[in-house]
């Protein structure tokens, strides 16, 4: 069994910066991408940012210009640098890896994300 370990939430006020990492706790074969998606209270869960294994990246229009992804699929590490964090982007954030070797599809616990003054 693989564990995805999050790390790097917490309380910022609006403007500033998070960076979150992730990271797996063994070996995750043929990894096609790696993503971050986020909840709000009473929200769905909602894309935030991914990166495959070719390198190429996407965003959700609305955090495109604030947030960077990078990853290494050597290491099945996945980071989300978070820049100019607006209230709206409170949410527990969780990251997202799937290796197409069996299928595997494995999550973090999640960790909170609160943009406030």
């Known amino acids: 069994q693989v564990d995805l370990v999050e790390s790097g939430g917490g309380l910022v006020q609006p403007g500033g910066s998070l960076r979150l990492s992730c990271a797996a706790s063994?070996?995750?074969?043929?990894?096609?991408?790696m993503r971050w998606l986020r909840q709000a209270p009473g929200e769905q869960r909602e894309f935030v940012a991914g990166?495959?294994?070719?390198?190429?990246?996407e965003y959700a229009d609305s955090v495109k210009g604030r947030f960077t992804i990078t990853g290494d699929i050597a290491t099945a590490t996945v980071d989300l640098q978070m820049n100019s964090l607006k209230p709206e982007d409170t949410a527990i954030y969780y990251c997202?890896?799937?290796?197409?070797?069996?299928?595997?599809?494995?999550w973090g616990q999640g960790t909170q994300v609160t943009v406030s003054s």
């Open positions: 063994g070996t995750i074969f043929s990894i096609v991408r």
């Open positions: 997202n890896i799937y290796g197409s070797y069996r299928g595997d599809n494995y």
């Open positions: 990166i495959v294994n070719n390198g190429d990246t």
